[in-house]
Each structure stands twice: as C-alpha cells, then as structure tokens.
C-alpha cells in the first residue's frame, strides 16, 4: 500500500478527503500538515508515492514548494479553487502531476489518485487480453466490456483495445455511437505480425483517447467463417501493438469462444444475483476447471449489484466456492442514458456510483496485472 501526505489547513476540506480515501485502499494517509514548512521537511525525509498540496493564498510560494516537491521525486496533486487554465498551466510547469479543483469531488481526487498509483502499469512487458463472458444474454457483460475499456485506457493512457467478438452480432459500436470503415475480418485476412500500422487503421480511435475499437463483421455470414486458428493469429497481431485487449465475447459455448476464453490472460465472469444465473455461473466454473484454467485466470464479477438483496455476496460466493472480484451497482437510469447515447457511462454522469465502480475496478485489474507479472 502507497502513502500519501496531505497539506492543508481547511479543517472541512481535510474531512472530506479522509472520508472519500476511507473507500480508497490502494494509499493510506501517513500525514496531514497545517504547517507546510513542516510537512516539506517531512516529504524530504520520507519521500512518500504522493503528495495532496492545497494551495495557499500566496500563490508564488505555493509554486516554490510544488517545485521543491516534486524536486525530491514525489508526485504532487494540486488541490485549488483557482481551476482557472492559467493556474493549472502554471501549477503543471512547477512540476505537479495533477490538478483537482476545490471543492474536492470524489470522482476526481480518486482518478487523480489512481494515475500516481498506476504509474509503474506503463512497463508492463507483455500485453494482456481480459475476455468479460457470460453463457447467457441480459447481463450486461457489452456494456462491462466497453466501460472497462474506456476507463483502462483513461487510467493508464497506454492503448487499449475493444474487440467485439459478440458474434454474429455485436453492440460494442452502438454502444459508443461510432461507424469504423475495417473490421475483424479484414484484419484477420490482410493483416501480418509486426504490421503495427496496419492494425491501429484498422482499429476505430474512440475520440481523443489511446482507446481503439476493432468492429464485428458487418454480414452474418462473415462472423460465422470466422475460425479459432484466425482468432488466434487476432490475438497476436493485437498484442503486437496494444497494452491491453478487452473482448465483449459471444454467450455460446462453443470451439470459438473457448478459443477466445483459452487464449485470454484474464476471463471476467459475469452474472447477476439470481438463482438460474448462480447455476450458470457455476456450470461455467466446472467447465474452466476441465480445461484446467487456473484458478485467478478467472474473476466473477456480480452486475447490477444491490445492498439490500435476498441472495447476499456470502451467498454466491459459498455457491460458487470463490470469491466476488467485483460487484458492479444496479444503477439503472444511468445505464440506460449510456445506452441510449452511445457514450460511456463517465460522459453521462462522472460521478455516479456506476461510473466510479469501473474506475476503481480497472485500477484494481490493472494493479493485480502488474503484480502478477513482476511476483509482487
């Protein structure tokens, strides 16, 4: 766990903070200073993953000790109800990482958080293909896919990709309002390893971020010839070029789909509190375990989570004999607003309880990645 000091003098401000880190594990508060003096020597000292600084009315002194923060090597977000571009632009220049704007709000300290947390993610060697499955329809698992990637690719900003491979009809571009001219059939026939070019063409760039999105076959005939031995070479060509590879998978259980699921590095099961899709959920387990998937190969994720349910976690996981990676909450509106839009779920409302679910779970899939590829 990373630890954090905090600079400021606003008693208010410093119990907001603590309250929103209270659902944050991946820091904890080592310090908090009203004397920044102090708390400079201390940082110096101790040389702590992250520094919140709060400005003070004297802005030049506060740019000298962000300076002088940031000299030791310690990562600094600014906290300032100055969110003017010329103060952000000048608090960048002396060398802070990030800017949150006061009052403090949950979404941003935690996003701004997580970058410092994530920051060794941009080394990970190898690419990574997290397949999110479920053997039935309805439970949510295109818009898991396509959120999941969408924050992946904020949080980390190296490039993702977003294969639809719901076959023989995929959602992922409706889900995301974009019309791409390639699709995976092109690319699995005209495209060669090492053809990094190729590829990112070929892949659809969803607005000014480092996500990519690889469409499903335009004709029904198409994604039915798409073969296992193709899905593969896919999957080589893709981890040639981006760091993460997220598939919205298809429901069947056939040699296609267990040739995506076999070659993913992390499968994400999806079900929902319910009895009939508990048992599904475990007919899976039992199948992953005759194809000796390894046993953190694949997360079960709960969609559509609520508190007060009949059926609780404790429940599901004793059922299942495993543990819920994620519960995902039942927030309906925003959902369906998504949907409607074809924009993901941060660009309807940043700050809904949904939209921060998919920030802290791809903070936690990339950290486990990362540790899991370097024995941590």
Do not use: H
């Not at 520094?51 to 600094?76: P, Q, T, W």
């Not at 319910?274 to 079960?300: G, H, M, S």
């Amino acid at each position: 766990m990373d630890n954090l000091v905090i600079f400021e003098k606003e008693t208010q401000t410093k119990d907001i903070i603590l309250g929103y880190l209270s659902d944050y594990n991946e820091m904890s508060v080592d310090r908090i200073f009203e004397d920044y003096d102090e708390g400079i020597k201390y940082v110096k000292e101790t040389k702590p993953k992250a520094v919140l600084f709060s400005m003070l009315a004297d802005k030049e002194k506060s740019f000298k000790m962000i300076k002088r923060i940031s000299d030791f090597g310690v990562n600094v977000i600014v906290l300032s109800g100055d969110y003017t571009t010329a103060n952000i632009i000048q608090t960048l220049r002396y060398g802070a990482k990030d800017f949150v704007s006061k009052p403090v709000l949950k979404k941003d300290l935690l996003v701004a958080l997580i970058k410092c947390a994530q920051e060794e993610v941009k080394v990970l060697k190898k690419s990574r293909v997290i397949s999110v499955f479920s053997n039935k329809g309805g439970v949510g698992k295109t818009a898991i896919a396509t959120n999941l990637a969408v924050e992946f690719a904020k949080l980390t900003r190296e490039k993702v990709a977003l294969v639809d491979l719901n076959l023989p009809i995929g959602d992922v571009t409706t889900f995301l309002d974009i019309r791409p001219t390639i699709d995976i059939s092109e690319v699995v026939n005209n495209a060669k390893q090492r053809d990094d070019k190729f590829i990112l063409d070929a892949c659809q760039k969803y607005k000014d971020t480092s996500l990519y999105v690889l469409a499903e076959p335009p004709y029904i005939e198409q994604s039915r010839s798409l073969t296992p031995d193709q899905v593969v070479k896919l999957f080589e060509y893709l981890r040639d070029t981006f760091s993460y590879i997220v598939i919205d998978t298809g429901t069947n259980v056939d040699k296609l789909n267990m040739t995506i699921l076999e070659n993913s590095d992390i499968v994400m099961l999806v079900t929902i509190v319910n009895l009939p899709l508990i048992r599904n959920c475990q007919r899976c387990l039992d199948l992953f375990e005759n194809l000796e998937f390894p046993a953190e190969k694949t997360k079960v994720i709960i969609n559509r989570y609520l508190e007060n349910d009949e059926i609780t976690v404790e429940d599901v996981e004793k059922t299942l004999n495993k543990p819920v990676y994620w519960k995902i909450p039942n927030n309906y509106f925003t959902i369906m607003s998504s949907i409607n839009k074809g924009i993901p779920l941060s660009e309807v409302n940043e700050n809904s309880n949904i939209t921060e679910s998919f920030v802290e779970l791809a903070s936690k899939l990339a950290d486990d990645l990362f540790k899991s590829e370097f024995g941590q």
